[in-house]
């Protein structure tokens, strides 16, 4: 692959740039409850040399009832500047997948204006199995301010989504697995219903995984997206089940060249929910 400090970057370029000044590295794991896995204890017990923990949970917008919504900038910017992420510096993030949470992480930094930020391709498994080193002391935190600039372009909420899927001229692309999306499987969450947004198309995430969790080349992800129906030439929303793993579509989109893309910030976790907008089952 080649690393562009702007999306993706490999293991060998985060070992060649770990001391450099300016690099910050984030352990941005998170999993599903059914998961098992306690991303901070995991943290705690080893992690890539300075990595500091960015929790998605907690780095959100407490407000809404959803999970993990966007935080305010005004949030993002304090969390940041207490974890001495600030302007001028190269973010590096990653997660104990491989490949999972890190891009939902990214694209928050996008989100708020900030381009040079990479996801870790292959993430902490990678790493490990490569015997490059981690550490269990925390890392020692200068205050460094960031400054946040809204991209509003980058996310859309359930109106916006609501009008394209009526309209067609935006394209949505629903990361979940195909089961969940032909409503052939229950939700994970309790209380949502089967399905998806009507005219949306099926690109699991994992479709675009290699099986070391790496992701895949942008030739092959060009294939997948276009054997699923979407249309590389239109504006494409992500969806996923709670607005994760939809930034690893954007992640893909964005590697291949496709910047015309926003995430459904809300998600099936909000869609799902609504009694008032339909629901779609079967294929797309």
Known sequence: ????????????????????????????????????????????????????????????????????????????????????????????????????????????????????????????????AEGHPVEDMEPVIRDRHLTARFQNQMVRDVTQVSHASKLGSTQIVDARATARFRGEAPEPREGLRAGHIPGARNVPYTDLLNPDKTLKSTNDARAIFTAAGVDLTKPIITSCGSGITAAILGLALERIGHDNWSLYDGSWAEWGMFPTVPVATGDA
Do not use: N
Request: negative net charge; glycine residues 8%.
């Open 1 to 128: 692959m080649s690393d562009d400090p702007r999306t993706l970057v490999s293991t060998d370029w985060l070992a060649q740039h770990l001391k450099d000044p300016d690099l910050r590295v984030l352990d941005a794991s998170w999993y599903l409850p059914d998961a098992g896995r306690d991303p901070k204890a995991e943290y705690a017990a080893a992690h890539i040399p300075g990595a500091r923990f960015f929790d998605i949970d907690e780095i959100s917008d407490q407000r809404s009832d959803l999970p993990h919504m966007a935080p305010p900038p005004e949030k993002f910017m304090s969390r940041m500047r207490a974890m001495g992420v600030g302007d001028g510096h190269q973010v590096v993030v990653y997660d104990g997948a491989g490949i999972l949470s890190a891009p939902r992480v990214w694209w928050l930094f996008r989100l708020m204006g900030h381009a040079d930020v990479a996801v870790l391709d292959g993430g902490l498994p990678k790493w490990q």
